[in-house]
């Protein structure tokens, strides 16, 4: 198998508007998700709608297919919601794989999004610290913000625009400190700044507005960029990847909603 993420590319079998937007000479391989595509399928009938359209181990989180006689796999280093737009990285050499995979649990990962939230933020830069406890719904997995117990989440917000007509709207950025389940939805909504276009823990009613004036159906929460460090093969590695704002975003923020 080729560790050089140049050598991999030509041969990925990118899923639908899916595009590579960085390289590292180790082995890592950076995406561009669009919103609506799966970092992985859950079961067969979801490949043609996932990141890559190829076999993906759930054990091993990772993609395998063949061109010809040769056999390629890329391991996923993390994952986004379906909903979410932007930035992933995968790698092409399991051993660094693994060492990277521990640099997110130790926190050494630096992600920034954006989001469109309804309401007006207060405050231009804030921590947001809450605890959070997962469980099962109807509709999937739910995560619930809660008093005592469960698991620490923290991010931090700043605000970039604050939109002065009606409805009032902001764009946050955010930085997650931790990397819970839906973290960044649900930490939002319980500050009653939804994002807009969550399905879940959204304003549905406003949700509804957007689609039907703006002609977008999508979650306004954009993973924007991601620096990871490490050390390997006793050198120090740098790589950062970002990925441009989708202009819904902007659109949004200026558009002319009917008074009705």
């Known amino acids: 198998m080729p560790l050089n993420a140049a050598d991999i590319v030509p041969e990925i079998p990118l899923g639908k508007a899916v595009s590579v937007v960085g390289l590292h000479a180790e082995g890592l391989v950076a995406l561009e998700k669009p919103c609506s595509i799966l970092s992985h399928p859950n079961s067969e009938t979801d490949n043609k709608r996932s990141l890559l359209t ?18 390629y796999r890329l391991y996923l280093l993390h994952r986004l919601d379906s909903a979410t737009s932007g930035v992933l990285i995968g ?24 989001a469109i939230v309804l309401g007006r933020a207060t405050d231009k830069e804030l921590t947001w610290r809450d605890l959070l406890r997962k469980r099962r719904s109807r509709s999937g997995i739910r995560m619930d913000a809660i008093v005592r117990g469960g ?29 819970r389940t839906h973290q960044l939805r649900v930490q939002a909504a319980k500050r009653q ?8 823990y959204g304003n549905f009613k406003f949700n509804r507005k ?22 390997w093969n006793g050198r120090r590695h ?6 441009k704002l989708p ?3 902007q659109q949004l923020m200026g558009h002319k909603f009917p008074d009705r």
Not at 61 to 68: C, H, L
Not at 221 to 231: D, R, V
Not at 238 to 243: D, G, I
């Open 91 to 114: 790698c092409v050499n399991p051993n660094l794989a693994r060492e990277l995979k521990a640099q997110f649990s130790k926190r050494r990962v630096s992600k920034t999004y954006f």
């Open 210 to 231: 957007v689609h039907k004036s703006l002609g977008e159906q999508r979650l306004f929460l954009h993973a924007a960029s991601i620096k990871i460090q490490w050390e």
């Open 54 to 71: 190829a076999s993906w181990s759930k054990d091993r989180e990772r993609y395998m297919w063949k061109v010809g006689n040769k056999s």
């Open 151 to 179: 698991s620490p989440a923290e991010t931090r917000m700043t605000l970039i625009e604050a939109r002065q007509a009606h409805p009032k709207l902001s764009m946050l950025k955010l930085k997650p400190i931790t990397g």
């Open 247 to 249: 202009d819904s975003f």
């Open 238 to 243: 740098q790589f950062y990847a970002e990925s």
């Open 193 to 200: 700044l939804p994002i807009v276009g969550d399905g879940t």
